[in-house]
């Protein structure tokens, strides 16, 4: 079985920081895509950013130069830095991957359950 298991969030204060983390683990073979994104209260899910299997990074449009990621093959995990956070940026932040596993290599995209992010003024 293949799961995705977030870390880190929290309350925060406006113009702080927070540190998420995202593990793999199962009977995985390759991992394509890792990313983050976020669903605000009563909004869509929307992306933060995903990087490639290469290490290339895409953002998403209103976090750009307010984050930093890290991603790790060896030990199949995505870190994500928020920094300066706002009261809007208060979401669930959601790790995805896709990747192939089992026996007969499928591959398939997979979600973990979410780690709250609050940020109060």
């Known amino acids: 079985q293949v799961e995705l298991v977030e870390s880190g969030g929290g309350s925060v204060l406006a113009g702080e920081s927070v540190s998420l983390s995202c593990e793999a683990s199962?009977?995985?073979?390759?991992?394509?895509?890792m990313g983050w994104y976020r669903q605000a209260p009563g909004k869509q899910r929307e992306l933060v950013a995903i990087?490639?299997?290469?290490?290339?990074?895409n953002f998403g449009r209103s976090v750009k130069g307010r984050i930093a990621t890290s991603r790790n093959d060896a030990e199949r995990t995505l870190s994500l830095h928020l920094n300066n956070l706002k009261p809007s940026k208060t979401a669930i932040y959601y790790c995805s991957a896709q990747m192939y596993s089992g026996p007969l290599r499928r591959c398939g995209d997979y979600w973990g359950q979410g780690t709250r992010v609050t940020v109060s003024s």
């Open positions: 199962g009977d995985i073979v390759k991992i394509n895509d």
């Open positions: 990087v490639g299997s290469e290490g290339a990074t």
